[in-house]
Every structure is written in C-alpha cells, then in structure tokens.
C-alpha cells in the first residue's frame, strides 16, 4: 500500500455542523489511512510523493446507504405510482429477469460502471433474491475496488409467484448457500443481510434470518416506514407488534448487536424513533425516492437534534440518480417544502449538515469513513469543476456548494479507497 | 429559408393530456413551420431534404418562461436564505457588477453559451436595470439564433441606493431609449417591459411604464405571489389594492390587452386566480426556485383543470439549472410533496402534463410554439440518449421520461428555431 500526499482545496467535515475548508493545502495518506490535513505539509511527510490537485477541490468519498442494483435499469421511468402499486407494476417484473444470468450481467455491468465513475466510495446495495446473479453482482463489485455490502434478498410471502421463494427453510437454505460462499471470498465486498420489508418475509423467515446472523455476525438492511398504505399493511399483518419497527425487534433484527440500516423513516413516530435511537439503527434517508413515490419527507430535523445514526440513499430507482451529491441538494430541498408545508417547526437542513449526512453519516455505517479526520479510512474524491464557469471570484466553499447542485460525474476527476487509487 | 424533412422518433403534445409518440416517424418543415407529422412520408414532400435521426428523439423547443440572465452567475450559491433576505444578500451585490461592461459581457457570454447549447428554444428573460448591459445581453442572444423577449428591469424604490434608479422619471426615460434602440435593431430578440416587483416599483413608474406598453405595444413581465413575506409586504405597500396582482391590474399591467408572465403564483388566492384566468395572465411556474427559497409549491393542479395559461420557467438563480427538462420533473416531484404534505385534493402533475407545461404551454407566449401539429413554428430539439444504457428495450415514451429525469447537454444533438438548424 502506497504513502502519499494530495494537495488542493480540502473540505471535510468534522462533525454535523462543522466543515472544514483549506484553500490549497496538503492531505496525507499512510497505510490506507488519513494522517491529517495541513495547510504546511509537516517536515516528516515531505518524503512522500506529492500529487498536485492544485485548483481542484479534495472531499471525503460518500456513501450510498440504500441503493438497489437491479433497478438501476429503469431509473427514471414510470414515476406517476406509489410505493405498492411501484412496486408491483416496476419493480418486481424487473427482478425476477436476474434469474437470468446473461440479463443480470448485462444489467449491473451499467449499474457497477456508472457506480465507478460517481462520487460514491461506499455503498450498501440490494441485490434480487436470486443468489447466482446476487454473486456476479459482488464479483463485478469486487473489480472495482469500491467499498460496498451487498445482499441477497430474502421475500418468502406476498410477493408475485415469480419473484417469491417457496418457503422460508428455502429463503434461509439459499441465504446460508450465498453467505459461506462469499464470506471469504472478497476484499471488499462482504454480505449483508437483506430481508425486503416485513410485508415480504414471514415470521418465520425472520426467526431463521435472525439463526443466520447471529451465527455468521452479519448486519442487515432493510425498509421501514417509507408510505402510509405500507405501514397500514404491517399494522393489519403485525397485530402484536407495537409499531413498523418493533416487528423487526420482534426477531433482533433492530440494531443492537447487529449493525442495521432501514431505509426512510418517512412516518417515524416517538415510539418508532426512540426504539431507533436506542439501537442504533442507521436511518438511510432517501429523499429523491420519497418524493417521486409521493412517500413525503422524513423529519431530517428531527434525527439530526437527536444525534441519531444517519446517511444518504439514492434508493434508486425509486430515485432516478446515483449522485449522492444530487442526493445532498434534494435533502436540503426537501426540508425547506417540508418546512414550508408540513412542519414550520423543524427547521430546513443545511448545506454543512447535507454534506455531512452524504459524507461522515452514511460512513459511520463502515467504521471512521467519511472524514479527514487523523485516522479516518482515506476514501477520497477529486472534483474538477473547471467547466462550471463563472465571471467572479468564488470561494472553495462556494464551489463546493455550486457542486452538490450542478456537478455529474463529468466533474469526478479522481477518485481513491482506503488509500487505492480508483482512476 | 430551407424546407426539409427530419426521420426520428417523434414526441410532441396535442394538448395537455394528449402526448403523442411516433416511432420513426417524419416530421416536415416548411417556411419555418411544421406541416406535420407522418409515419409515412407523403409523395409532395418526397422531394425534399432528408435529415436522419432514426435512434433519436425529438421533441418541440422547450421555453422558459421565466429566467434571470444576470444571476447565472452565481446559481448554486447561498441556497439557504428566504427570497427578501436572499435578493439583499446575494441578488442585488451580483446584479449591480452589470454597471461594469466588462463584466456583464464576461458573465453574458458564460449564460447565453450555455442557453444555446440546451434544449430552451425560446425564453424570457430578466436582465437588469442597466440598459447598456441589456443591449450587450440582447446583441449576444440575438447571434445564438434562439428566440427570446429581454427585459431591462425597472425598480425605483426598496432598493439598495447602489442598484435603484434616482425617480420615475429616469426609469421610464431610460425604458424608452432602451426600448427605441431595440425596437427595430433584432430579427430574434424582442424587448419586454420588466418592472422588478410591485415592493421595488413605485405607483409613479408603474403608471408610466402603463404608457410606454400602450404606445410601444410591449408584453411585460413581473414576479407575483412567491413569497409568504414579499405577499405582506405587498399588502403594506398597497392598501387599495384587493390583493396583490390588483395592485398590477390597476395600472392596467396585468394581461388583458397586455400579454403578461407572472411568475412563480405560489400563494394566489380565488381572486387573484379568477383575475388572472379573465385576463388571460401567463403563468411561469418554477418549481426549483420555489424550493430553493423555501416559498412552497403553486397549485399546479388548480391551474391546469381551470385551463389557464401556464408554462415553466427555470428561474435562475433561484433554480440551479437551466433545464426546463429538469424543471419538468421538478414539476411533477413538487407536485407529488404538495399533494402528500398540503393538500390531497390537488392530484400531482402527470409526465404528459408536465411534457406539456415545458413545451405548448409556454410555447404560447409566442404564439403558435411548442407543437408540431401543423402549422407550428419548426422549434425542434434532437435527444441522443444513447449515452444512458440500459440492458432492456425501452418504449419511446420511456425513453423520454428518462430524458426529463437524466438528461443533460450532453443529450441535446441538435437544435432548430423556427426551421433554421441552430446546432
């Protein structure tokens, strides 16, 4: 592994509220790991290669917290549904083609690309049920030398006979067949478990999946209260269950030991957000999908106050874009109408908090990722916003925030993992 | 003036719930106007050039209804501020630079360079109070060949003393030489009077710039109802007017004889609404910017079932993006919020829709724009969306809903206006 230096205009942040800005200084990377960020590069570090981004602008790499690769092939398309009928109509025709291989190769050969030249260092990515092409998937992954979690679905109920495992000893048999077959396997990419939400798995599926984690200590992503007419489904399917959350606490399958995401939280009440907190589940905020499912807004505000454990998702393809500084401008976005709409007491997010939940939060879910903090992880990206031109003067923070709105992956000149350099 | 035809997959609307799609198909210019659309190319035309784009799309030249030339510099910055705060903060600093000739013509250039190359056709357009800096942005729209109405803007009170005019009298003075220098001077850019908003024009302009439209025969443009804030304020300044656009309409500067934009409408009331659909007043809806300020959603809904006059407007710098393809599917996402968090009996905007509000609907500010039903001005736009894989087949009309989610310049190949090939 490779020492070196970068020099340009750094920005991190150092905490939710709390971004830093160096106009043109040094970013140090030893063993994999930052060493800091000077504005004078300290005399022991003058021995390492110097590469010069001078005039370009160095952040953290960002994590994609909910994304699903096999719906990548029709982001953008089919956008006047909700959630249920979305999922019905879009969604599971789509995956049950991965059941062909020559199909899910050609697929996620454009999602892994795409992937590749974004500013996404991390992700956590849902697969189909199908554990053949859930492995292509994660060994085009591997390739990349991108940091993801990748999981095989488990949906043994309420789902079309053509995307539905016939029982949940099957679901769990094929989960425990991937899982032994890519523990080993990879440097980068390693399993997640990935229950589709409650209305999809049954109870006893999760009894089996919750065996299935303790005994292989996997974390595990799933959704949770993203659309009223989902969350009056668990209600009428979980009539023991105290809320949308509680039915996966139910099995263990809530944080705690085991490290979890859930997508959303749109319509998160006390109850739901308390037991969150507690745990530590990791809330992937969506904003794009929650808008063009018309799922609403999630009360960023709110998990923000509390100092909860939150990132961003594109979800594509409820979300049409894998940018996840796309993702930061449609957060701050999002909670000005909710504010304006829905809530005047739940102040909109700002650009040092998008940027923070895009880099810092979402990272926290893989360790110290997301920062340039001593001892963070040097995931990094190199912006180059040289063709976003402009007649006055403007300061690397403006440039910054010019970026999250305007930049494509045009503007992704570099990009490195853990101290590798991607391209 | 040339006649030829163009072969392609062809998408245009026929009114606002009818979009029709035709797989290569072709589309005929003549005299700079369409003669149709033919999935057989009919014998009389058989003669004529044949342009090739099987494997595109085009579509009818997309309109902005409502930009400012002047704040493209700084899109993307200062997002987190309200309108009143924002237009001191950064709106007005930026827009007194255009004094300097040199700068405006360094900052014109970056914006009507970038105008050219996307899929806008035609727009009306906010420059600023200087007239010499709008001749310099009219001489440089002019060579792009685009059709637009500039208008120099007129405010002579509630303005910081370094971009307000000294009384009435100059402002009006300087309209006439502005507007007695242009009149004659372009083939493809017209004037249009641009008092700022009612808060910066005084009753004395109002009732001069009255004067001028009558004897010039000029359309006008102004803001109307975008901000809670800037509504009080409003009501302050004009106790005898009933409501807002009133205090437009008693200087007989809203509609009528006058073709008028008002954009943004955000918080019209029943009054306001009736008057502008008796007056036949343009609506310029701009859902980015209305998001960015934090202002909220117009009722899109309510002026579509009323069959008001209505297109979209990208309102830079409050929106980031020139795209009226973007402010499409910002149409719809804002519209799905609005529905979700405000009001449940406005339905959200539809993709046909809002194709419509970005093409025919706005269209008509120029006449007969936007279409290619017979005898429309030939405004064409060719998509080459070949760059955004996808592993299945995908329909026409799917490939245009991607286009409004991910399209950018790089997608638009080749542009025409008023039959004459831009790019």
Redesign the interface.
């Known amino acids: 592994m490779k020492n070196f230096v970068l020099k340009g205009s750094i920005c991190y942040s150092k905490d939710k509220n709390t971004l830093e800005v160096m106009d043109e200084g040094y970013l140090v990377c030893m063993d994999g790991k930052s060493q800091g960020v000077y504005k004078v590069l300290p005399e022991k570090f003058r021995d390492l290669e110097l590469i010069d981004y001078s005039e370009k602008i160095i952040i953290p790499g960002l994590t994609d917290l909910h994304v699903h690769a096999p719906q990548y ?8 549904l909700e959630l249920l009928d979305w999922l019905n109509t879009n969604t599971f025709p ?1 995956e049950s ?1 991965y059941k062909d291989l020559e ?1 899910a190769r ?2 996620y050969e ?1 999602y892994v690309n795409d992937l590749k030249k974004s500013a996404t260092t991390r992700a956590c990515i849902f697969a189909t049920l199908h554990v053949d092409a859930t492995l292509l998937l994660m060994d085009e992954l591997e390739k990349t030398g991108l940091k993801t979690m990748v999981g095989k679905v488990n949906m043994d109920r309420n789902s079309p006979e053509y995307l539905c495992e016939s029982s949940a000893q099957d679901s769990a048999d094929a989960t425990i067949d991937w899982v032994e077959k890519v523990a080993v396997k990879y440097v980068n990419t390693q399993p997640i478990l990935t229950p589709r939400f409650i209305p999809t798995c049954s109870d006893e599926l999760m009894k089996k999946l919750s065996e299935i984690q303790k005994e292989y200590h996997l974390p595990l992503q799933s959704h949770l209260s993203e659309n009223q007419g989902e969350i009056a489904w668990v209600k009428e399917l979980c009539p023991d269950s105290a809320f949308y959350g509680d039915a996966y606490d139910q099995f263990d399958l809530f944080g705690g030991e085991c490290k979890t995401i859930m997508a959303h939280c749109v319509s998160s009440e006390e109850d739901e957000i308390s037991r969150m907190q507690e745990n530590g589940v990791f809330i992937a905020h969506c904003p ?1 999908s929650n ?2 499912l ?4 999630a009360p960023v505000r709110t998990y923000l106050d509390r100092d909860m454990n939150m990132g961003l998702g594109s979800d594509v393809a409820g979300g ?2 894998l940018s996840i500084l796309r993702a930061m ?1 449609d957060t ?3 909670s ?7 809530d005047n007491t739940l102040s ?1 997010v ?2 040092e908090e998008a940027f923070y939940l895009g880099t810092m939060g979402g990272g926290a879910f893989f360790g110290k990722v997301g920062s340039f903090e001593k001892s963070y992880e040097f995931d990094a990206v190199v912006l180059d916003d040289t063709n976003l ?4 003067e ?1 300061s690397v923070k ?1 440039r910054l ?6 930049a ?1 992956e045009r503007n992704i000149a570099h990009k490195y993992v853990e101290g590798r350099k991607i391209f």
């Open positions: 092939a029709f982001r953008g398309l089919g956008m006047d789509e083609k199909y050609r697929a454009i794009q808008t063009n018309s799922s609403g807004v049409a874009s401008a701050i976005q999002c000005k109408l909710r504010w304006r709409m829905l909109p700002t650009f031109l402009h007649p006055q403007l403006e925030e010019r970026m999250i709105y305007l494509d």
